[in-house]
Each structure stands twice: as structure tokens, then as C-alpha cells.
């Protein structure tokens, strides 16, 4: 789960924004993507657009077939990406460019299999696979895809730093933090699992108890191998934290799952204090994608007919 967004640069439809009125004057950006039998990227002024060459469902011949198709958005809302219905290649585009094929390893044969994931800028796709382990690191920028590090596929794949510009990768008990070519710049054995990266490209941030029941984090220095104490987030009674990442000015966000979308908090690390950002109401569709989210999330999740009952 990977959340990275420039805060003023969304004024969502459908969204309680807690701030200054200067985000009005935000450039149109996506505000969130929702599918049913097609896609549709729903844009900050409100407009929807049509992403008809978009697959929703794993074709026939697919491993899974049936299941839903990713449809990515980069937390800066630029850029989306999707399996395209003409030859089922993963492909970027922004609003007004033209489709970029991402791999030509990766296919919507393998949907299901093999995960994708975009930076926020929308430079860089790294997939996690069912292997478990990696699949493909693909730079955008420079139109290479590179091998694993070491050319093995047993790392997990942690999270870009908001930037673009560091990945962190697990294996075994060791963190490493890599640049955009896959060269290892720090390491360190640790236990603990971090699940986002600052734009220091030093500080990790890691969640603290049982999944998905989590209410606590605490900051792990890469360089020192150091741990800060744990910090008690101040949530509203029955939320938890579903998603943990860094802005860019290297603040902790929480994303958490409400009865009827999703809320956003900036998180005082020293305190745990908990400041209301942003709520985004779920929309009526089958499905729906932030900026920043991965394949899944607990937010797409539609309420059963019970709990609205």
C-alpha cells in the first residue's frame, strides 16, 4: 500500500478538504479512478473521463481469468496505468499524453499473479509477484527494465521514497535501500518491517502490533539501525491505520478506512496526534483506486448489504 500525494494539490469530488482555500486554485489533477464494466478517472473539477481501451477483467486465456484488472494512479494524480484491451500490454499515460507500454514482460495473462506498483511521480513500476518475491523494475524516464538486485527474485518490495528517487527492499532480515538503477546504497539487518520511506532516504516508518489492527508506529533510522519509541496514533474509536507514508516535507500520513470511504490524518510522530486532512466518500461503483494505491486496498472494499442495514 503506497499513499503519496502532494496535500494541496487535490480538491476532491465527494471530499471534506480541512485546510486553506488556496487548494481551489490546484491545477486538475485525477481525484480517483472507478470502474464497473469500464474504467473512469474522475478529475478534481469534477469531470469524468472515459478509459475505454482499459481492461476490467483478466481475459479468457489469462492464469485467473475473470478477475478485476489493476488500474493504477500515481499519488501525484498525473499519471494512471492500465492492461490495455488490444494486446493486453501494462501501459502509463497522463491526461493528455500517449500510451507508454511499461514491460512487454508484463501481460494480462499474469494478472493476479504478478502485482504492479508506480511511484508517485509515475517514473518508476516495480511488481510483486506470487512467488512470493519480484518481478520487474521498469524506469520509465529511461525505458530500461531492470533485472532483480543480484538477480534474485527473493525480495519484498517495501515502498518508493516520495521522490521517486530511492526504492527499499527487504530480504531475509535486511533492508536496503536502492537508487533508481538498483544500486545498493545502505543496508541494515533489522526485525522490524518498515512500510514507507522519507525523502531523507534514512527514515522508515514501520507499523506497530496485529494486522490489520494497527493503532501504533514508531521511526526506524536506516543509517543507525535505531528504532524511537512507539507512538500511540490518536484515531477516532474503531479506525486503524491502513496505510503509513511520508509527504514531502517528510511528515507521516495515515490513510484509514471509515464506514463510507476513507480519511486522511497527518500523524505527529513525537505525540501521536492525529490531524483530519481529508475524507473521500466511496463512490457508487464496483470498484474505485486513489492515488498511491496498490492493486488493493481495504478502502475498495463496497459495505455488505448487512452493515448498511
Do not use: C
Request: aromatic share 8%; glycine share 8%; proline share 6%.
Amino acid at each position: 500500500m503506497r499513499f503519496r500525494t502532494a496535500l494541496a494539490a487535490l480538491l476532491l469530488t465527494g471530499t471534506t478538504l480541512i485546510g486553506s482555500p488556496a487548494a481551489a486554485a490546484a491545477p486538475v489533477t485525477i481525484a480517483y479512478a472507478q470502474g464497473t464494466q469500464t474504467w473512469q478517472l474522475v478529475l478534481t473539477n469534477g469531470d469524468v473521463v472515459e478509459v475505454p481501451e482499459a481492461l476490467a477483467k483478466a481475459p479468457k486465456d489469462a492464469v485467473n481469468a475473470g478477475v478485476r484488472a489493476p488500474f493504477l494512479v500515481s499519488g501525484d494524480g498525473k499519471h494512471f496505468l492500465y492492461f490495455r484491451k488490444s494486446d493486453g500490454l501494462f501501459v502509463e499515460r497522463t491526461l493528455n499524453g500517449k500510451e507508454k507500454v511499461v514491460s512487454r514482460r508484463l501481460t494480462a495473462y499474469t494478472i493476479f499473479e504478478e502485482w504492479p506498483m508506480v511511484s508517485d511521480d509515475g517514473s518508476y513500476v516495480v511488481t510483486s509477484t506470487s512467488a512470493p518475491g519480484v518481478g520487474i523494475f521498469a524506469d520509465l524516464r529511461t525505458g530500461k527494465v531492470l533485472p532483480p538486485p543480484g538477480h534474485t527474485d527473493a525480495w519484498s518490495f517495501l515502498g518508493f521514497s516520495s521522490d521517486g528517487k530511492r526504492l527499499l527492499l527487504a530480504e531475509d532480515e535486511r533492508l536496503t535501500v536502492f537508487d533508481r538503477g538498483l544500486r545498493a546504497r545502505m543496508r541494515l539487518k533489522t526485525r522490524l518491517a518498515p512500510m514507507a520511506l522519507a525523502n531523507d532516504y534514512v527514515t522508515a516508518v514501520t507499523p506497530v502490533g496485529t494486522w490489520p489492527k494497527y493503532r501504533k508506529l514508531r521511526l526506524l533510522n536506516l543509517r543507525t539501525g535505531r528504532a524511537k519509541g512507539t507512538v500511540t496514533v490518536q484515531l477516532p474509536r474503531g479506525r486503524y491505520i491502513d496505510d503509513l507514508d511520508f509527504d514531502q516535507a517528510g511528515r507521516v500520513i495515515v490513510r484509514s478506512k471509515t464506514g463510507t470511504g476513507v480519511a486522511i490524518y497527518r500523524v505527529s510522530t513525537a505525540t501521536g496526534k492525529a490531524t483530519l486532512l481529508r475524507t473521500i466518500a466511496r463512490p457508487d461503483a464496483e470498484a474505485w483506486v486513489l492515488p498511491g494505491d496498490s492493486a488493493y486496498e481495504p478502502w475498495t472494499e463496497r459495505k455488505s448489504k448487512a452493515s448498511q442495514e
